[in-house]
């Protein structure tokens, strides 16, 4: 795995710049934190890093071949599955158990077969992070993915991300000072104001 190298990035929105030549190197192995201002353009970023949205301009190296894993700021959670069988969704060869297991590490452990409409949107958010963790991905990117939990489960939440991150690299869009200290980041990129959303 090599570092990912971000390169003079550009991406504007009906004329509207959102990035404008940004730089940044994510250590291979390593947790980065990205903080900026409300419409900076952080989710910009990581679609860009997904694929889901084109740049304007600018290179990204390192990620060839690297399967990513994503929490986006919306749940995104198939409502018409359970909570167990969200995480299998993204990870084929998890067991029954192994979901339950998830699940439980988090507090969930009682909820891994309920309707998804049963659960609170801090519970969904939890089904959301380790539906990212337990995929079989190389990278994993995190908009604000801890937003919402209370402080016990945040911590909880946080532990067990660290602990099956397994290495990943990992990038962790966040609006809270203390999250790049309480993750471990090796680094912290700090962006100014922009105009726009």
Known sequence: ???????????????????????A????GGITCLMAPSGWGKTTLLRIL???????????????????GAVFQ???????LSPADNLRLTAPGLTAAGAGEALGS??????????????????RRRVSI????????????LDEPFRGLDGETRALTIAETLRRRA???????T????EPRILGAAQTIVCGAAEGG
Do not use: Q, Y
């Not at 550009?10 to 730089?23: A, M």
């Not at 988090?106 to 519970?123: E, K, N, R, T």
């Open 1 to 23: 795995m090599e570092d990912i190298v971000i390169r003079r990035l550009c991406k504007s929105f009906g004329g509207r710049p959102v990035l404008t030549d940004f730089d």
């Open 25 to 28: 190197r994510l250590p291979a």
């Open 50 to 68: 997904l694929g889901l949205t084109a740049a304007d301009s600018g290179t990204i190296t390192g990620l060839e071949g690297l399967r990513p």
């Open 74 to 80: 919306e749940d995104r959670l198939c409502p018409w």
């Open 106 to 123: 988090v507090g969930l452990g009682s909820c891994a077969d309920a309707p998804l409409s049963a659960l609170s949107g801090g519970m």
């Open 130 to 141: 380790l539906r990212a963790l337990v995929c079989p991905c190389d990278v994993l990117l």
């Open 167 to 173: 290495g990943r690299s990992m990038l962790v869009v």
């Open 175 to 178: 609006h809270d000072p203390e």
